[in-house]
């Protein structure tokens, strides 16, 4: 099972992750396609999704 990181917490290592769910399962929304992949280097905290500012969770690719 992948390690999950949720917005706000800091990346443990530069890389590329992608986008996994939203923190609040209410949120029904999908991602923004440019959104489901981020570049992230080391320590960068890990976004929200921008249209709703809704706290997702992340996943190394």
């Known amino acids: 099972m992948a390690t999950l990181y949720k917005t706000?917490?800091?990346?443990p290592e530069t890389g590329t992750y992608v986008f996994d769910s939203y923190v609040?399962?209410?949120s029904g929304n999908p991602p923004m396609e440019n959104m489901e992949e981020i570049e992230?280097?080391?320590?960068?905290?890990?976004p929200?999704?921008?249209?709703?500012?809704?706290?997702?969770?992340?996943r190394k690719k």
Do not use: C, H, I, S
Not at 40 to 46: C, Q
């Open 8 to 11: 706000g917490e800091k990346a």
């Open 24 to 26: 609040n399962t209410e």
């Open 40 to 46: 992230l280097e080391k320590e960068d905290r890990f």
């Open 48 to 58: 929200p999704m921008p249209t709703e500012n809704d706290a997702v969770y992340w």
